[in-house]
């Protein structure tokens, strides 16, 4: 059976757009596939840490040579990544913070991306090794980031996500947009704002 990893960002609990909109979401996609798995990752409680010294040069060190320390350092890198790649889908709330995404999806995504892992460099570029895979981004906003609004340099398609996180179209990615949609004002009402085409009968 299909897995689908659920990723949230916001800090905002019951009172967040994003977080309405994905367990909208989720819930349309159990519905749409029977007996399949949900993973849920709540980045706002994961406390993952900065990269530092010691997590480099354990990424850059071979597995197998790597010592208890820095198998240490990578062990919640691992998590991650298996989690990853564990999913057939992946949907991911990201409410606009500061013009950016949250830095815990940022920190998400650096634990993520790891050499040899689920990148590596060819002579073309980096090209990704997690494959046959689709990825959902809802994202939600104070503003408009479109590509006719003053915020475009910043909309999400330009942002962390789709540029480093599946490097070389790896996955099928699908962008839904909640504009203008500060959370006291949206009310119950947050989930008409998903297409019904969003929720897809996974195969």
């Known amino acids: 059976m299909p897995t689908l990893l659920h990723i949230d960002t916001s800090p905002l609990g019951d009172r967040s757009v994003s977080r309405h909109l994905t367990a909208a979401y989720t819930e349309a996609w159990r519905t749409a596939n029977p007996g399949a798995t949900?993973?849920?990752?709540?980045?706002?409680?994961?406390?993952?840490?900065?990269?530092?010294?010691?997590?480099?040069?354990?990424?850059?060190?071979?597995?197998?040579?790597?010592?208890?320390?820095?198998?240490?350092?990578?062990?919640?890198?691992?998590?991650?990544?298996?989690?990853?790649?564990?999913?057939?889908?992946?949907?991911?709330g990201v409410p606009m913070h500061n013009f950016s995404i949250p830095a815990t999806l940022k920190l998400w995504i650096d634990q993520i991306a790891?050499?040899?892992?689920?990148?590596?460099?060819?002579?073309?570029?980096?090209?990704?090794?997690?494959?046959?895979?689709?990825?959902?981004?809802?994202?939600?906003?104070?503003?408009?980031?479109?590509?006719?609004?003053?915020?475009?340099?910043?909309?999400?398609?330009?942002?962390?996500?789709?540029?480093?996180?599946?490097?070389?179209?790896?996955?099928?990615?699908r962008f839904l947009n909640r504009r203008r949609s500060r959370c006291a004002d949206v009310g119950r009402h947050r989930t008409r704002s998903l297409p019904q085409t969003a929720y897809r009968r996974h195969s």
């Open 38 to 92: 949900v993973v849920t990752r709540d980045l706002s409680k994961a406390a993952i840490p900065a990269l530092d010294a010691d997590w480099i040069q354990a990424s850059y060190t071979p597995a197998g040579a790597r010592t208890t320390k820095q198998q240490a350092a990578l062990r919640l890198s691992d998590d991650l990544i298996a989690e990853l790649k564990a999913a057939d889908h992946s949907v991911f």
């Open 114 to 173: 790891r050499v040899e892992e689920t990148f590596r460099y060819e002579e073309s570029g980096p090209v990704g090794l997690i494959t046959g895979k689709t990825a959902t981004f809802i994202a939600s906003s104070g503003g408009t980031y479109g590509p006719r609004g003053c915020l475009a340099v910043v909309e999400l398609r330009r942002t962390v996500p789709a540029r480093r996180i599946w490097f070389h179209r790896c996955y099928r990615r």
